[in-house]
């Protein structure tokens, strides 16, 4: 009968990172807009948060003066900050502006952001933008009739009172907060969804520097011959069935960052949750695995989903233990 009774307030905890939701056709409920600054007399653009699996960008002044920006054939990009003039990582120019345009007489301009997730956005004034650069600081931009925002600004903001363009609306996302399972073992960092991700394109690993700075470190994989089915993955290490898009610098170290973000690429709707490394670092070694498990792969370790196994909930990192090994549980937020 306890377990019973205990069985519907299992779930009040945590989704796991792959209990995926559909689309819902519903209206956005929340306005929409990307940054946009003068820098140098260069306009520069930001997505506020990163944009993954993108096949395309517009940026648009008017019907006749657009700018394309695609991958190389065949690839996926990560997207968050662009200039007209270049270089973007990633990218190279489809389509350039018509020879001679100046973006400055133009009234709008609007950024489409094709192949992420998320709702899109709307035009920003060029007015705007220009009136406003130069008495605001480097690291903010203009968020069309959301004011000027910096990273923090916009960690704190998106998602709640607007979206940017790859953040999915939160009126079409699950209530309960997505989550992922990450510790250290032998130095190595392992992650585990908790419950298997289908139809998988890609996973990006985003790792987030203290304090926010000019974007992420990203490893990205994509899928090299078809969609996979994706839950362990051990850094480092190759992920079958998935070649390298995006490398992690020569000599990161993901030790010194904040924290990481784990994007896993399917067709359906769902949240990047987030994971405080400073957590997963300290309390790995408190934690035990057996001394197979300790020195096999993240794929071999047996254990269940977190919602199945967690007996409490709380903000911070959770200990869930299953036969003595140890996975640290986040509550997850919306994807910045």
């Not at 939701?21 to 007399?41: E, H, I, K, N, Y």
């Not at 600004?153 to 997505?178: I, Y």
């Not at 585990?192 to 974007?215: A, H, M």
């Not at 090299?224 to 490398?247: C, H, K, M, N, V």
Request: charged content about 25%; overall charge negative.
């Amino acid at each position: 009968m306890i377990r019973r009774a205990l069985a519907p307030l299992l779930v009040s905890v945590a989704i796991t990172s792959c209990g995926m939701f559909g689309p819902d056709p519903q209206a956005v409920s929340l306005p929409l807009a990307f940054g946009a600054r003068v820098t140098d007399g260069e306009l520069r653009l930001w997505t506020g948060s990163p944009c993954h699996d993108v096949t395309r960008v517009t940026v648009r002044f008017t019907s006749d003066a657009k700018l394309i920006f695609e991958p190389a054939p065949g690839r996926r990009a990560d997207v968050d900050y662009l200039t007209l003039d270049g270089p973007n990582p990633g990218l190279r120019v489809e389509e350039a502006l018509p020879d001679g345009f100046d973006w400055r007489t133009a009234e709008q301009v609007d950024l489409w952001i094709d192949g992420a997730a998320g709702e899109g956005s709307k035009r920003a004034l060029v007015a705007d933008i220009v009136a406003g650069s130069a008495d605001h600081p480097e690291d903010t931009y203009w968020f069309q009739d959301v004011g000027w925002l910096g990273p923090d600004d916009v960690d704190e903001l998106d998602g709640k009172t607007f979206l940017t363009p790859c953040t999915p609306d939160p009126a079409r996302q699950p209530s309960l907060p997505p989550a992922f399972g990450v510790r250290v073992t032998d130095g190595a960092l392992r992650i585990w969804t908790g419950s298997p991700c289908t139809d998988v394109n890609g996973v990006t690993l985003d790792f987030i520097g203290e304090p926010p700075g000019r974007g992420t470190t990203a490893l990205t994989l994509i899928a090299s011959d078809g969609p996979i089915e994706f839950d362990r993955f051990t850094l480092g290490e190759p992920l079958q069935g998935t070649r390298i898009a995006q490398e992690l610098p020569a000599g990161f170290d993901w030790r010194s960052q904040s924290k990481l973000r784990l994007a896993v690429h399917t067709p359906n709707v769902h949240r990047d949750p987030t994971m405080d490394l400073a957590e997963v670092i300290s309390g790995s070694a408190s934690h035990p695995t057996t001394p197979t498990c300790s020195r096999a792969s993240a794929g071999s370790i047996p254990i269940r989903s977190p919602i199945r196994t967690a007996r409490r909930s709380s903000a911070s990192a959770v200990p869930i233990r299953h036969d003595d090994r140890d996975l640290a549980i986040q509550r997850g937020e919306p994807r910045r």
